[in-house]
């Protein structure tokens, strides 16, 4: 309907006008309302509110459109026709499972996400954006584009070789320091791996890419089988980027374009071209590649496989990488690349927060949060709100086993209309859906219609806390209806169009489960 909408005011507007619509909290403001007069009337010098009242005498009021008011200091508020409502109604009805996807678009977009070191468990903030980067992927695929979801391994380098001293240090064969993991994870395994660690006491890298490797394995079953996060990929650092010489090409291609210069013994990459704070090392003065040329060898390899845009979804330790990621994306040709970057997670229990230190092993690991919080309800939470704000995790209120948790309150609201569908003695395929006209009706009617536009907009803008606050809305609007209207002891015609109603809320319910990766229970 906001297509509909928007293609309206487009016939009216001069040429070229960006025509943005938004949904008001308060239905006294209209069903959709527009503010496209501020920037028309910045141009031609006008008053707001007589280029509003202008523009709203050319929009006729199409079939769709109820009424139409301008409002102060220049917005154009509009009201729907309750059968545009209706009419959307049969389209959920019809198109079911499919209602609110996409067309199949051409772009290849590559969604890189967790990608935390193996050098210990998952932290809660990796959660976090495993389960981002998860329900990112599906809105975009339930828009019609071509997702991978790629994990990139680090599995070589200094990290892994701090891993393999923290576990001889773990054994006493070593001085411990400040920089070691100190993690029960790590006595544990060096304990377990003793001979092997004695045998190899000096071959720090051979031991900590050995704990590397089954630390990742633990990674993926924490990930994909206990906390159901769907990933195409595991792209290894070492295999795939050093092995395969990308690191080298990446270094040509920056050589032919007169962008790497020698200073200290080391060389350098002009990365402040493209909008860095300073240029970095791409060669260490003894030659070996850094970071950073790893970095730019995986772009070139996203690249080269066809991707035109790449997310990748960083963790709160990583504000200072953006510039120079960025950078290299530029540098190797990548059309389009964004970085989300997640912030902490608090954990809070009985309202105190939790203190944890991942360096010194004082943390609650991801594992065992999903060992003892339901999947759906650590999912849903941990989405709640944008990334980039700290997420204050209720620990009490995720046990919650009851509507005040909100994960159950909107499965509860999908149930209830499913008892409805269960127990219905008639009919909802021929219901004339003209009948929907109560307050209750129309606004039910209308929060379903804005399921297409939210999976739209999430996906434009990657806010997938849209997802979880529809979520909630809808169940509270649905609940809302159960309570106050009737299918039961009403003239059967009515019941019919309600029942229809109940269908169409029960197919969102699906739909959205789905995007967000939750179950959709039978019973409660």
């Known amino acids: 309907m906001r297509d509909k909408l928007s293609a309206l005011l487009r016939k009216t507007a001069p040429k070229g006008t960006e025509i943005g619509l938004n949904v008001p909290e308060d239905e006294k ?10 920037s028309l009337a910045k141009k031609s010098g006008r008053p707001p509110m007589d280029v509003a009242r202008e523009l709203a005498e050319k929009v006729k009021l199409a079939g769709f459109l109820k009424r139409l008011e301008v409002a102060p200091p220049g917005f154009i508020n509009f009201w729907l026709e309750e059968r545009a409502f209706q009419d959307e109604l049969r389209e959920i009805l019809k198109k079911k499972n499919s209602y609110g996807r996409g067309k199949r678009k051409k772009d290849k977009i590559q969604v890189e996400f967790v990608s935390a070191n193996p050098t210990g468990p998952l932290t809660l903030a990796n959660g976090r954006g495993g389960f981002l980067g998860d329900v ?20 070589t380098g200094n990290q892994i070789i701090t891993l393999g001293k923290s576990a001889a240090a773990a ?28 045998r190899n006491k000096e071959k720090f890298l051979k031991i900590g890419q050995k704990a590397a490797a089954e630390f990742m394995r633990n990674i993926k079953t924490t990930l994909t089988k206990k906390a159901g996060i769907k990933f195409n990929r595991f792209t290894s650092e070492e295999k795939q980027i050093h092995k395969k010489g990308l690191t080298k090409k990446a270094m040509e291609i920056f050589r032919k374009k007169g962008l790497v210069y020698k200073k200290e013994g080391a060389e350098w990459l002009k990365t402040t071209t493209f909008g860095d704070d300073k240029d970095r090392v791409v060669i260490t003065s003894d030659g070996f590649p850094t970071y950073f040329l790893a970095d730019a060898g995986h772009y070139l390899e996203t690249k080269s496989r066809g991707f035109s845009r790449k997310i990748n979804i960083l963790g709160p330790d990583h504000f200072g990488y953006v510039a120079r990621i960025q950078a290299v994306a530029k540098l190797v040709g990548l059309a389009e690349s964004t970085i989300i970057i997640t912030q902490l997670v608090r954990m809070l229990d009985k309202g105190e927060r939790l203190k944890m230190s991942k360096r010194k092993g004082t943390f609650i690991t991801f594992n065992e949060l999903i060992n003892e919080v339901p999947p759906d309800v650590a999912r849903f939470f941990f989405l709640t709100i944008a990334p ?9 209120l995720a046990k919650e086993k009851s509507q005040k948790n909100p994960v159950y309150y909107a499965q509860y609201a999908y ?10 003695k008639i009919s909802a395929a021929k219901a004339d859906l003209r009948l929907l006209s109560s307050r209750e009706d129309i606004s039910l009617l209308r929060m379903l219609a804005a399921f297409p536009e939210i999976i739209e907009d999430a996906a434009s803008d990657y806010g997938v806390q849209r997802l979880t606050r529809y979520a909630r809305e809808l169940a509270r609007i649905f609940h809302d209806f159960y309570e106050k209207e009737r299918i039961i002891g009403v003239p059967k015609n009515l019941a019919a169009a309600r029942l229809a109603l109940v269908k169409a809320t029960v197919q969102v319910f699906e739909n959205l489960f789905k995007i967000l990766g939750i179950s959709a229970p039978q019973k409660m």
């Open 136 to 155: 990112l992927s599906n809105t975009l695929e339930w828009n019609g584009f071509q997702v991978e979801r790629e994990y990139y391994v680090n599995d």
């Open 415 to 424: 149930v209830r209309a499913l008892s409805i569908l269960k127990k219905a």
């Open 171 to 198: 054994l006493g064969l070593i001085p411990a320091e400040e920089s070691f993991y100190k993690g029960d994870y790590v006595r544990r395994w060096a304990s377990v791996n003793a001979a092997f660690v004695r």
């Open 388 to 396: 980039e704000t700290h997420l204050d995790f209720d620990l009490d």
């Open 29 to 38: 403001f209209g069903h959709y309302s527009t503010n496209v007069v501020f």
